[in-house]
Structure formats: C-alpha cells, structure tokens
C-alpha cells in the first residue's frame, strides 16, 4: 500500500542506497543525481517524478508506478521491474541492463538510445513506445506487445521475441541478427534495411511487412505467414522459407540464392530480377508468379507448382525442374541449358527464343507449346510430347528426339541436322524448308508430313514411314531408305540423287521430275505411280524392283502442279504475316522502353525498325508483283506449258528462305535490344 508522505517527511538528503521506501508516494518529486541503488522501492509512487541520472541499480521497483516520469539517463541495472508501471515514461539513454521487468508497462514511453541489454521484459506492455537506437542485445522479449513501437536503429542482436505481438512497429535499420522471433506477429511493420542475418523466424505472421533492402542472410523462416509482404531489394541468401506462405508478396530484386522455399506458396508473387541461382523450389507454388529476369541458375524446383508464371529472360541453366508443373507459362527468352526438365509439364507454354542448350526433357510434355525460334542444341527430347507445338525455325541441331511425339506439329524452316528422330512420330507434321542433314529417322513416323523443300540429304531412314507425305522439292541426296514407305508420297522435283532404296516401296507415289541419278534402287515396290514412267522402268527393272500396275501420263498432272504453287504461296503469306508482327512487337517494345525512359528517340533501334517496315514492303511488293503475276500467268497455263513449273517453284521457294532469313534478322535484333536494357 502507497502511503502519503509529506515534504518533510523524506527529504532527497535522507534518501539512502538499501533503503525501505516500499509504497511510499513521491510523486512530482525532485528527485535528480539520487542514489538509490538497491533500494526497496516496491509499490512506490514516483508519478511525474524527476529521477534524471538517479542510480536505480538493483533497486526493487515491482509494482511501483512511474507514470511520466523522468529517467533520462538514470542507472537501472539490474533492478527489478516486475509489474511495474512506467507508462509514457522519459528514459531516454537509461542502463537498464539486466533488468528483471516481467509484466511491465512500457507504453508509450521514451527509450530511445537506452540499454537494455540481457533485460528480461518477459509479456511487458511496450505498445507505442520509441526505442530508437535503444540497445536491447540478449533481452528476453517473449510475449512482449510492442504493437506500434518504434525500434528504428535499435540493436536486438540474439534477443528473443518469441510469440511477441509487433503489429505496426518500426524497425527500420535496426540489427536483429540472431534474434529469435518464433510465432511472432508482426502484421504491417516496417524492417527496411533491417539486419536479420541467422534470426530464427519460424512460424512468424508477418503480413504486409516491409523488408525492402533488408538481409535475412541464413535467416529460419519454415512455415511463416508472409502474404504480400514486400523483400524489394532484401537479401535472403541461404533462407529457410520452407513451407513458408509468400501469396502476393514483393521480391523484385531480392537475393535468394541457395534459399530453401521447398514446399513454399508464392502463388501471385513478383520475383521480377531475383536471383535464386542453387535455390531449392521442392513441391513448391509459384501459380501465376512474376519472374522475369530472374536467376534460378542451379535452383531445384522439382514437383515445383508453376502454372502460368513468368520467367520470361530468366536464367535457369544447371536448374533442377523434374517433375515441375509449368503449363501455360512464360519462359520466352528464358536459358535453361543444361538444366534437367525430366517429366515436366509444359502444356501451352511459351518458350518462344529460349535457350534450352544440352537440357534434359525426356518423357515431358510440350504439347501446344510455342517454342518458336528456341535453341535446343544437344538437348534429349526422347520420349516428350510435342504434339501440336510449333517449333518454326527452333534450333534441333543434335537433338535426341527418339520416340519423342510431334503429330501436327510446325517445324516450318527448323534445324534438325545430325538430330535423332529414331521411333519419333511426326504424322501430319510440317516441316517444310527444315534442314534435316545427316539426321536419324530409323523406323519414325511422317505419314502425311509436309516436307516440301525440306533438306533431308545424308540422312538415315530405315523403316520410316512416309506414306502420302509431301516431300516437293525436297532434298533427300545420298539418303538412306531401306525398308522405307513412301507409298503415294508426293516426291514432284525431288533429289534422290545418290540414295539407296532398297525394299522400298513407291506404290501410288508421284515420281514427277523426280531426281535419280546414281540412285540404288533394288527389290523395291512400283505401281499406279506418275511420272518417271521411262527412267524408272529402263533403269530398275532388272534390280528386283516389283511393278504392281501401270504408271499415269503427265498429263494428268497439271492441277497437281498448280495446287503446288498454291501451297507455297500459302506458307509464304504465313511468314510474311509473321514477319509484319515481330516487326510491331519490336516497336512496341521499343516504344514501352522510351515511355520508361530507358531509351529516346535517338536510339539506333528505331532506325533499325524503319530500315525493316522498307524491308518488308519491298519484299511483300516483289512477290506481290513478280512471282504472283508468274504464277497466275501459269495457273492459266495448258497441259503443254508444265516446263515452266520448276523455275515458279523455285522462285517462290527462294522467296520463303529469304522471308525466313529477315524474321530471324528481327528477332536478333529485339535480342540486342533486350540485352542492352537489362531486360534479359
């Protein structure tokens, strides 16, 4: 019980160290420079009392109130605090150290550069409270409210604030290094630039916390409530985030290499530029994820959730995604050479110009995909999925394809040379103008492919199947075709020169102007064909070659030849409507760029993209006026004219290669552009 105590009942000079003051009442006392160290000052009044520079160490104050009191300065070591009532308080530059302060109230009170080193505040009330640069290294801080505090600069190195409510604090810079803040809440609270390197922060909620610039180095955040908050810029090397909810929250920029996030939600994040390079994405969600730019290289996501997510220029070379789940993702531009992509889903993705150098993707699924233009140098594609994918001018060169499936897929003008198609179903393909030299295609599947103008020379075909392909123009010199199906395939001007066609059969195909010198053909299967009718029944009748039936004059030809020409134009006008849009895509970009003022009107870009509209106009006008008006000359042409067929066909095959060479000139170009700004 606090007592009335009058002036002159204590007066300063009677106040001694080891005194009993306990429920004494100085309240509004003048109490400055006093020596009251370990004194009995439980229950005391010191309301509004001046206590500046007072030595207080070891003193016992549980229960007493210092509601407003003045402590600046004053000496509190080791004193005991517990229940005790400094509510709006001054202490400023106070020791107190080691004090013991369980179930204290601290609010609203002034702490700002005091020492609270190895205090104990266990459950204290510090709501509102100002700490700045206060010292509270190795304090017990468990159940603390310090909802509102602000603790800018403040030094928390090794405390512990497990279970502390800290909803709308301030600890902006401050040094929490080693810190434990186990089950903590910290919901909307401010650790910009903050130190949190090896904190112990499992379980924490911290919602809507901001952490840009801070470093959480090795920091334990398993299992934390982390809904959009913002790391901009934190850096969060070799972070436990395992199932750590990250839904919305900003990490543009942030360093999470060697993080473990496996198990982690982040469906709706902004990794934009992070860089995540041997970071661990186990099982983790990254639905509808932001990552452009980002560095995953040598990151693990396997059975990682990644629908829809933007890698677009992301770096995921040596990346770890077996198994990852990446349907209708945007990984345009991204580089995932040598990364292993065993069994992951892909559907719908956009890989358009992604580097997949030497990357494992065997057994995975790719259907629909758009990977034009991509590198899949030296890749293993065995046994994927591509049904449907257009792969138009995609880099296959040393590709493992093997029993890979690609029905109805676009390979228009693709590289495949030195490839290994062995097994792999290519039904309805088109790959027309694709260059397949030296390629394995032992026992694959082309019925029905558009191979018009395709390069196949030097390449083996045991037991493929062609039947009713389209192989017009087509260079298949010096190949291998035993065993191979060609019945009623489309072989008009095609180069067999050099081939062996050995138990081949031809049945039903159309050999029109077809080239077969120094050709072998032996034991091989004829009949119902066009064209060819002499040179075949001259050359190879001896040679074990089987003739079922009779051949069709050439007469019969003509709408054949003209449904040749209407082909090419077809894919012509594909390509110039392709061309037309890389070239609007690369001036929007360029255009977004000048809004972002990352580039004015001066850049050469712009003068690149003038020079390509004056490419593409003149060329478009060329065929427009030149080739067209040849073919339509001859589209009127009678059954006595067909000799000016190769020379049209020709024309406009020549056409597509150069249409093919400008696309890539363009999209080079937005490559250039991208690199110089950063954006990949």
Same mark, same amino acid.
């Given at each position: 019980m606090i007592t009335s105590a009058t002036s002159?009942?204590?007066?300063?000079?009677?106040?001694?160290?080891?005194?009993?003051?306990?429920g004494q009442n100085f309240e509004g006392r003048i109490l400055i420079n006093i020596n009251l160290n370990h004194a009995n000052l439980s229950n005391t009044n010191f309301n509004g009392a001046n206590l500046t520079n007072a030595n207080l160490s070891g003193a016992n104050l549980s229960g007493a109130t210092l509601r407003g009191a003045s402590l600046i300065d004053a000496n509190l070591s080791g004193a005991i605090l517990t229940n005790t009532i400094l509510r709006r308080a001054n202490l400023k530059n106070a020791n107190l150290r080691e004090v013991q302060a369980t179930n204290a109230n601290f609010g609203s009170s002034?702490?700002?550069?005091?020492?609270?080193?190895?205090?104990?505040?266990?459950?204290?009330?510090?709501?509102?409270?100002?700490?700045?640069?206060?010292?509270?290294?190795?304090?017990?801080?468990?159940?603390?409210?310090?909802?509102?505090?602000?603790?800018?600069?403040?030094?928390?190195?090794?405390?512990?604030?497990?279970?502390?409510?800290?909803?709308r604090a301030n600890f902006k810079q401050a040094n929490l290094e080693g810190a434990v803040l186990k089950e903590a809440i910290l919901n909307n609270s401010t650790m910009d630039r903050a130190n949190l390197n090896q904190a112990d922060l499992r379980e924490i909620e911290a919602r809507c916390v901001r952490l840009t610039n801070a470093?959480?180095?090795?920091?334990?955040?398993?299992?934390?409530?982390?809904?959009?908050?913002?790391?901009?810029?934190?850096?969060?090397?070799?972070?436990?985030?395992?199932?750590?909810?990250?839904?919305?929250?900003k990490l543009k920029e942030a360093n999470l290499q060697a993080a473990n996030l496996s198990g982690a939600t982040l469906t709706g994040a902004?990794?934009?530029?992070?860089?995540?390079?041997?970071?661990?994405?186990?099982?983790?969600?990254?639905?509808?994820?932001?990552?452009?730019?980002?560095?995953?290289?040598?990151?693990?996501?396997?059975?990682?959730?990644?629908?829809?997510?933007?890698l677009r220029g992301a770096k995921l070379c040596h990346a770890n995604l077996a198994k990852a789940r990446l349907k209708n993702a945007d990984l345009s531009f991204a580089d995932l050479s040598y990364a292993n992509l065993n069994?992951?889903?892909?559907?719908?993705?956009?890989?358009?110009?992604?580097?997949?150098?030497?990357?494992?993707?065997?057994?995975?699924?790719?259907?629909?995909?758009?990977?034009?233009?991509?590198?899949?140098?030296? @890749?293993? !594609?065995?046994? *994927?999925?591509?049904?449907? $994918?257009? &792969?138009?001018? =995609? +880099?296959?060169?040393? %590709?493992? #394809? /093997?029993?890979?499936?690609?029905?109805? @897929?676009? !390979?228009?003008? *693709?590289?495949?040379?030195? $490839?290994? &198609?062995?097994? =792999? +179903?290519?039904?309805? %393909?088109? #790959? /027309?103008?694709?260059?397949?030299?030296? @390629?394995? !295609?032992?026992?694959?599947?082309?019925?029905r492919s558009n191979l018009s103008n395709a390069n196949l020379s030097d390449t083996m075909m045991y037991g493929a199947d062609l039947a009713g392909s389209n192989l017009l123009n087509a260079d298949l010199s010096n190949s291998q075709l035993e065993e191979t199906h060609l019945n009623r395939a489309y072989l008009v001007n095609t180069n067999l020169s050099n081939a062996r066609l050995i138990n081949t059969d031809l049945q039903g195909a159309d050999l029109t102007r077809i080239n077969l010198s120094d050709t072998k053909i032996e034991r091989s299967k004829f009949g119902g064909n066009q064209g060819g009718k002499n040179e075949i029944l001259e050359r190879f009748k001896n040679n074990g070659n089987i003739f079922t039936g009779s051949f069709v004059e050439s007469c019969f030809l003509l709408e054949e030849f003209k449904s040749d020409i209407k082909d090419r134009f077809s894919v012509i006008g594909e390509l110039f409507d392709e061309f037309e849009n890389v070239i609007d895509f690369l001036n929007a970009e360029a255009d977004s760029l000048e809004q972002l003022g990352r580039i004015d009107r001066s850049n050469w870009v712009f003068d690149r993209i003038a020079e390509y509209k004056i490419i593409f106009a003149n060329s478009r006008r060329k065929v427009d006026y030149n080739i067209q008006v040849e073919a339509g000359i001859f589209l009127d042409l009678g059954e006595?004219?067909?000799?000016?067929?190769a020379e049209i066909l020709n024309e406009v095959s020549v056409a597509v290669k150069t249409v093919v060479t400008n696309i890539k000139m363009v999209e080079n170009c937005q490559q250039q552009l991208y690199e110089e700004n950063g954006i990949i």
């Open positions: 002159a009942s204590y007066m300063e000079e009677n106040l001694q160290p080891y005194g009993d003051y306990s002034k702490l700002s550069n005091a020492c609270l080193v190895k205090a104990s505040l266990i459950k204290s009330q510090i709501r509102g409270a100002d700490l700045t640069s206060a010292d509270l290294g190795q304090a017990n801080l468990r159940e603390v409210d310090l909802t509102g505090a602000r603790l800018v600069e403040a030094q928390l190195c090794n405390c512990d604030l497990s279970l502390a409510t800290i909803n470093t959480l180095c090795n920091a334990n955040l398993h299992k934390a409530k982390l809904r959009r908050s913002n790391f901009t810029g934190a850096n969060l090397e070799g972070v436990n985030l395992q199932e750590a909810q990250l839904h919305e929250a902004n990794l934009h530029n992070v860089r995540m390079n041997h970071a661990i994405l186990r099982n983790a969600q990254l639905h509808g994820v932001f990552l452009r730019c980002g560095d995953l290289s040598d990151a693990i996501l396997t059975e990682a959730k990644l629908d829809r997510i933007q069994e992951v889903e892909l559907e719908g993705a956009n890989l358009y110009r992604a580097v997949l150098i030497k990357a494992q993707i065997s057994n995975a699924h790719l259907s629909r995909c758009n990977l034009i233009s991509a590198n899949f140098n030296e @890749a293993d !594609l065995s046994n *994927s999925d591509l049904n449907h $994918s257009d &792969l138009s001018r =995609a +880099n296959l060169t040393k %590709t493992d #394809l /093997s029993a890979a499936k690609l029905i109805g @897929a676009k !390979l228009i003008a *693709s590289v495949l040379a030195d $490839s290994n &198609l062995r097994n =792999a +179903n290519l039904s309805r %393909t088109n #790959l /027309s103008d694709a260059y397949l030299v030296s @390629a394995e !295609l032992g026992d694959c599947e082309l019925r006595d004219d067909t000799e000016d067929f």
